[in-house]
């Protein structure tokens, strides 16, 4: 689960008592958290999210209550050792400022936690506005005021339902995925063994099509089967997939690569597949293969590879 979706859940299930939010609109330096993260506060002391990862959680707690029992919205910034506006609190050496604000229709209204979820399942981006001196968060963006993109959730494809891929699929979810499962061999796909993800039994290129890979998204496959495995990376392939794994040895790999360059695929495009998959780490058993995988999405995305 992201940490939107964590807090768009936390909004959810606390609803009907009174909540704050905490936002990261400035980021700087070494600081642990990137400019947007949220902290959402309840009345009754729940909270999700961080916005520090607990050097200065405390203090914006008590702001947050202040928040809550109706004092206005608060601006404060943390990390520096100079007097001034900037006040201590990271010793890792970043900055931060942080607006907090109420879940009200003064402050971030409750309503647009439910566009937020409704625009993530559309795999649409939504940008809300925030101005500072009030408070109040809008929708659309406007010059001026701190401006929020909330893009919609980052996709992965699974090709063969193996055991690595119920490990991979369940890091992904962590760290903000939404998960598809492919595997026309029906014994392997269940909800059991895949839990909140989508499945799909699908002819693998089928599967890829209508998955409809974007340059966000990722497309790896587990199967071992070349009946399974190439017809995904070629239709993979043929999009504008932005990443692209599959599972094996090296020799494994040459011979892959060998199949997929008689079906027509240029060097260049084969240079797009990663394989063996992932950042090398040692790893052993289903659930280390797995995060070196995982490893490897996301250093695409970092563009480190």
Known sequence: MSDIDEIIAAA??????PMALATVIEASGSAPRLRGGHLLVAADGRFAGSISGGCVEYEVFALAEGVIAGKAASLTYYGSSN?????????????????????????FSPALFEELAM????????????DLSTGLTVKGEY?????????????????????IAQALSAIARTTGFAVTINDPRERFLSAERFPDALLTDAWP?????AFAPNAQSAVVTLSHDVKIDDPALA???????????????RANH??????LAALGFSPEDLARIDGPAGIHIGGLGPQEI???????????RRGVR
């Open 12 to 17: 959810r299930d606390w609803a009907g008592q």
């Open 254 to 259: 040459t011979r892959r690569i060998e199949r």
């Open 205 to 209: 290129d089928e599967a890829v099509a």
């Open 143 to 163: 010059q001026g005021q701190f401006v929020n993109v909330y893009e919609p959730a980052r996709r992965l494809l699974i090709v063969g339902a193996v055991q």
């Open 235 to 249: 239709a993979a392939l043929a999009g504008p997939t932005g990443y692209i794994g599959a599972l094996g040895s």
């Open 290 to 300: 797995a995060l070196s995988m995982a490893a490897g999405v996301v250093g695409a």
């Open 83 to 107: 007097s001034g506006a900037w006040l201590p609190g990271l010793p890792c050496g970043g900055q931060i400022g942080v607006l907090v604000q109420p879940i009200s229709d003064s402050g």
């Open 119 to 130: 625009s993530r399942s559309a795999g649409i981006a939504l940008p809300l506005s925030t």
